[in-house]
């Protein structure tokens, strides 16, 4: 035990890469966060809830009146989307139907909402949170 700093700086040293590689998958390229799909569950349940359910599987209290019915967010598939079959739409697939509604369905346009809004109200539906 002659040197023992050198030990706590080389081990520091190695450690800091560590802390770089975390914060970087923390940061990794997700346009939507955690946050927002927090913040969109109250704009949610206030403004989709009534169609597309509490719980977003479609079966909110109007979704028997309206034909085609409302998407059951749990299921899909989504069919209004850029991406491929089988995977998730893109959020901009989201925000464009939340935008501009689904004209001939009962999906009105959320255009009266801000785009910060509407954003957090598609990552909420998107990340689908536990509860
Ligand atoms: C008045 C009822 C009603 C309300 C309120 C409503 N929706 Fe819809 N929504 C529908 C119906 C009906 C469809 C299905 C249209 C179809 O099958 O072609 C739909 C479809 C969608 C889709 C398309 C999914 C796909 O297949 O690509 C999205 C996304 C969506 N709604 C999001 C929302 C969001 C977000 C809100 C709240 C901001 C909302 N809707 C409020 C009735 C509603």
Redesign the pocket.
């Known amino acids: 035990m002659k040197t023992p700093i050198v030990t706590i700086v080389v081990a520091m040293l190695l450690a800091v890469p560590t802390w770089a590689d975390e914060k970087e998958e923390h940061h990794a390229p997700r346009p939507l966060t955690a946050a927002e799909a927090a913040a969109g569950k109250p704009?949610?349940l206030?403004?989709?809830?009534?169609?597309?359910g509490e719980r977003g599987n479609?079966a909110?209290p109007?979704?028997d009146f309206?034909?085609?019915?409302?998407?059951d967010?749990t299921k899909?598939?989504?069919?209004?989307?850029t991406t491929e079959s089988g995977k998730p739409?893109a959020t901009a697939?989201?925000l464009r139907?939340?935008e501009h509604?689904?004209p001939?369905?009962?999906?009105?346009s959320?255009a009266f909402?801000t785009d910060d809004e509407?954003t957090k109200?598609?990552a909420?539906?998107l990340k689908r949170p536990p509860r």
């Open positions: 704009l949610y206030r403004e989709c809830s009534g169609c597309h479609g909110g109007a979704a309206v034909d085609p019915r409302p998407r967010f899909g598939p989504f069919k209004f989307r739409p697939d989201i139907t939340i509604g689904i001939g369905t009962a999906m009105p959320f909402l509407r109200i598609a909420y539906i």
